[in-house]
């Protein structure tokens, strides 16, 4: 299993928008957003997967966890489809991030998902049943609580074949993009500014640098009137 380094805003990815940084202050963020896929950068095995492009059809297991037994790191699970799931695990700030699959399986008695967890010195398949739509629960009484706010995965109605990963750590806000399934996976960068917006810097792709987003109804709302979807 690919474990790649933590969240970095990859410097090659400046290089995709050097015909267009002359003109970069008036650069739209639509057009910006248009550009994101043919950036050269990095792809990491997890989020290249195929989206959950059928948002509706995904169970809600999707979202950002919190782990008790590692406080400072983090837990993302994204729904590929409905019986697939790309899972990426990071213990504390510096340590590795860490891909794995899951396995979903969804029935009358509600929804469970099968995890390889060897890669960190886990158990191969333990399986975690999602109870009350928030919280993983495991064999051994451990649970992964899912984050509230603005943290989650969306979906952007720009660009329906993709997701967008958003998790706020105090105030720095960490993002994860892909346009389509065989574009390239984008991490940027932003803040959060006061308690319902985020300014998200997408400058070293030559996009604005404070473009902020507002926290609305499970959704994220830009000044142009697109929003991304919470799943």
């Known amino acids: 299993m690919k474990v790649f380094a933590s969240i970095v805003i990859l410097a090659s990815a400046c290089s995709?928008?050097?015909?267009?940084?002359?003109?970069?202050?008036?650069?739209?963020?639509?057009n910006f957003f248009n550009g994101v896929a043919s950036a050269s950068v990095a792809t990491a095995v997890a989020f290249s997967q195929p989206p959950a492009a059928m948002a509706t059809d995904a169970p809600s297991i999707n979202g950002i966890y919190s782990d008790p037994n590692h406080k400072a790191g983090y837990r993302v699970v994204r729904s590929?489809?409905?019986?697939?799931?790309?899972?990426?695990?990071q213990d504390e700030p510096k340590g590795p991030i860490i891909s794995v699959g899951g396995k979903i399986k969804t029935s009358k008695k509600g929804t469970t998902i099968t995890l390889d967890l060897s890669p960190k010195g886990g158990p191969k398949d333990v399986v975690a049943t999602l109870s009350g739509n928030d919280q993983l629960v495991f064999p051994d009484g451990n649970a992964w609580t899912k984050n509230g706010g603005a943290d989650g995965?969306?979906?952007d109605s720009n660009h329906p074949k993709g997701y967008r990963v958003v998790r706020v750590k105090g105030s720095k806000v960490f993002l994860t993009l892909q346009d389509d399934p065989k574009g390239d996976v984008i991490e940027i960068?932003?803040?959060?500014?006061?308690?319902?917006?985020l300014l998200i810097d997408f400058s070293s792709k030559g996009?604005?640098?404070?473009?902020?987003?507002?926290?609305?109804?499970?959704?994220?709302?830009?000044?142009?009137?697109?929003?991304?979807?919470k799943l």
Do not use: M
């Not at 995709?16 to 639509?30: E, G």
């Not at 590929?80 to 695990?89: D, H, I, Q, R, Y």
């Not at 960068?189 to 917006?197: A, F, L, S, V, Y």
């Open 16 to 30: 995709a928008f050097s015909t267009s940084q002359t003109n970069s202050n008036a650069l739209s963020r639509r």
């Open 153 to 155: 995965i969306y979906l």
């Open 80 to 89: 590929v489809n409905k019986s697939t799931a790309a899972v990426t695990l």
């Open 207 to 229: 996009g604005p640098k404070n473009l902020a987003a507002t926290v609305e109804d499970g959704k994220l709302v830009f000044p142009d009137g697109n929003s991304w979807l």
């Open 189 to 197: 960068e932003g803040k959060k500014k006061g308690k319902n917006t």
